[in-house]
C-alpha cells in the first residue's frame, strides 16, 4: 500500500544545509544521469546509434551534467526547503541523449523501450539505495547512518523521477510511451502536445496539481523497492523525515 508522505513527525536529529547537500549529491547526479545513459544504450540496441557515437552511453556523469538542471536547480531546492522549512520537491534533468526515432528498426514500436528506459533505470536505481540503508544499518557506527540516509534520499529523487517522467505528457517518457501505445490517430493527436509540454507542467506544479499526480506513483516505487529489500516502514520513514526536517 502506498504511505503518504510524513510532512511534520519529530525526528531525533537535523542536519545542516552542508549535510543535507552531502547527502544529496550522489544519488542525484546518477539518477539523473543514469536516466539518460539508459535512453541511449537501449536506442543502441534496438538500431540507433547516434548516443553511442556522441559517446552518451555511459555511466560518466561528466558527459551527461548540465549545469543548471543537475547541479543549480537540485541545489535551489534543497536550499530553500531547509530555509523556508517546508516540504521538498526535488526534480532537475541532464543534458537529453539524442535519439533518431527514425533510425529505430520499428520507430513506433521500439518508442516504447527507448522511452521506458529512463524511468525503468530510476527504479532499479531505487531498489540500489534500498539495499544500501540495509548495508548502512549493518554497518553501523558514524559511516553507517550516512550511508542509511544517502540510501533514503536515493530511493526519495530516484522515486520522485520515475514519477514525473511517466506522466503521459510529451515530451516526458510517459508521453513517448503514451505515443508508442496509442493507435496512430490519437498517437499523432497527443505527438502534436510536445511544444507544449513545458508549460503544461508549470501550470501543474503551481496549481499543486503535479504533486497529486505523482506522489501515489512515488508512494507505490517506496513500497517496492523497501519491500524487495527488507527495510522497514519504521526506518525508512525515520531516515526520510530527517532528510525533509
Sequence with gaps: MARAMPRHSKVDMELTLIQKIAVFAIPVIFAITLHEAAHGYVAMKFGDKTAWMLGRVTANPLKHIDPIGTIGLPLFLILMSKLSGGPMFLFGWAKPVPVNFGALRHPKRDMLWVAAAGPGSNLIMAVFWAAMIQLGHLIGGSFGLPLMLMGASGILINAMLAALNLLPIPP??????????????????????????????????????????????????????????????????????????
Design 172 to 245: 516526458l517518457d510517459g508521453g513517448r510511451i503514451a505515443v508508442s501505445l496509442l493507435p496512430l490517430g490519437p498517437a499523432r493527436m497527443l505527438s502534436r502536445v510536445e511544444p507544449y509540454g513545458i508549460f503544461i507542467l508549470i501550470a501543474l506544479m503551481f496549481t499543486g496539481l503535479l504533486g497529486s499526480l505523482m506522489w501515489p506513483l512515488i508512494g507505490l516505487i517506496f513500497d517496492f523497492a523497501t519491500l524487495l529489500t527488507g527495510v522497514s516502514d519504521q526506518t525508512f520513514l525515520a531516515l526520510i523525515n530527517i532528510l525533509l526536517s
